[in-house]
């Protein structure tokens, strides 16, 4: 299939497949246990119908939306996704060129294998970092100095991992870094040749960049990714939080807060930005959907601060229906990652080129067309089978 074949996010998933080897293809897919959360974050979308609404002159339509002070090209951005650069070469830098080209944000990963100057300054105006914050507080602070030298726009942090998750998928094949070459993950990788190849030529494991200079003087590759698992994850209750927060001159986001409680807490400790997120169902499979915990998180945190969500982002309509649920902001983490592992930077084009056809296509149909004036009153659900929706702005009987 070619890329200009792709018309889905599901097409590029299949192609992304095709192209790795299986150990890690399930990387990317792979949830944690049972695996449970990974259909019930995507399901958890199918509960909302959007209403359309007719009569409107929906020919310009306007996606943009204020977040920070700042006027996005879409209601999305790309969420991190550790390790890219493994599933495909320079995935960090494609992703933030393609980001900034859409003038999407993009959050880099503090778990990825490019230069986190690098990527900066490939998409200055574009690019946030994700820190994965180290149980030795000076990596963590010289990392938050590199992020204010280099220009990053803004600092996220993760908390939804306080132990390292159980990802059985990955148990079960084997993985680890350096990747272990037992016969029949060798077998399968040679029935991947474009990846190998490209593996190969690049010569083997990739560092990861951001985390090489505090790795013994001389450390390989793989020996750089093993001091990485000793300083990740650390715990960081809000006492470590809150330093965090006062390295950082500007917005600070926290990601993966899911109880209205932490969300004010994190307000109280200086955050900027919630992202309500499971981590895209890769921590833990008993944790309920972002879209199930977004509203009571909207509900307790003042209005000025921005709230945002990802995990099960598919299609622009899943975006729309965030955004009527209240979430300021939406991240899509696998979608763009399938996208540039299928077909490099311009795989990365093509899925975010996919999730803005289909956001202007749904709000042209439900007669929005600003994506800043969507709310709970777009949404259909069962509660209201058989009864009279509700009404969004739009023409009024004998109007
Ligand atoms: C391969 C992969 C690596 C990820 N690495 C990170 C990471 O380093 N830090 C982080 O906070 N989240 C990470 N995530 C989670 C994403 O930021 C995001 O929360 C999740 O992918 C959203 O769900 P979705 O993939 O269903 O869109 C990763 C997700 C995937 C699929």
Redesign the pocket.
């Known amino acids: 299939m070619k890329l200009a074949d792709a018309l889905n996010v599901d097409d590029l998933r299949r192609m992304a497949r095709r192209r790795l080897p299986k150990i890690l293809y399930d990387?990317?897919?792979s949830g944690t246990e049972g695996e449970q959360l990974?259909t019930r974050?995507?399901r958890s979308f199918d509960r909302y119908r959007l209403m359309p609404r007719y009569g409107l002159d929906v020919s310009a339509r306007d996606a943009g939306t204020e977040l920070f002070g700042r006027r996005w090209g879409q209601p999305f951005g790309l969420?991190?996704?550790?390790?890219?650069g493994l599933?495909r070469r320079g995935a960090d830098g494609m992703l933030a060129r393609a980001a900034a080209r859409a003038d999407i944000p993009y959050?880099l990963?503090?778990?990825?294998v490019a230069d986190l100057e690098d990527v900066v300054a490939q998409a200055p105006a574009h690019v946030w970092y994700?820190l994965?914050a180290a149980k030795d507080v000076r990596i963590s602070e010289d990392i938050v100095r590199r992020a204010r030298d280099a220009g990053v726009q803004h600092l996220?942090v993760?908390v939804?991992?306080p132990v390292f998750p159980k990802r059985e998928r990955d148990m079960r094949n084997g993985f680890a870094l350096p990747l272990k070459l037992r016969p029949s993950i060798l077998a399968e990788m040679l029935l991947h040749p474009a990846w190998i190849l490209e593996y190969l030529r690049a010569g083997g494991l990739p560092t990861m960049g951001v985390w090489q200079r505090y790795a013994p003087a001389g450390a390989t590759p793989a020996e750089v990714g093993a001091f990485f698992r000793t300083q990740s994850p650390a715990i960081q209750t809000w006492r470590e939080l809150a330093h965090l927060r006062s390295l950082w001159p500007g917005k600070f986001l926290i990601?993966?807060v899911q109880h209205p409680d932490d969300a004010l807490r994190a307000v109280e400790c200086g955050f900027d930005g919630i992202?309500v997120?499971?981590?895209?169902?890769?921590v833990f499979d008993a944790l309920p959907s972002p879209l199930e915990t977004l509203p009571a998180v909207r509900a307790a945190v003042p209005r000025g601060i921005p709230v945002m969500m990802?995990?099960?982002?598919?299609r622009g309509t899943d975006i729309l229906v965030a955004r009527a649920l209240g979430a300021d902001f939406v991240?899509?983490?696998?979608?763009t990652?399938y996208g540039v592992v299928a077909g490099g930077e311009a795989g990365a084009d093509r899925a975010v080129a996919l999730l803005a056809d289909e956001v202007h296509r749904a709000l042209a149909m439900i007669g929005c067309p600003r994506a800043a004036d969507l709310d709970g009153r777009f949404l259909f659900t069962d509660s209201q089978v058989g009864s009279r929706p509700a009404t969004p702005p739009g023409p009024t009987p004998g109007s």
Do not use: M, Q, W
């Open positions: 990387c990317i897919e990974l974050n995507e969420a991190p996704t550790g390790f890219a599933f959050v990963s503090g778990a990825s994700h994965y996220v993760t939804d991992n990601k993966g992202i997120s499971n981590h895209g169902g890769k990802d995990s099960g982002v598919r991240f899509v983490g696998r979608a990652l």
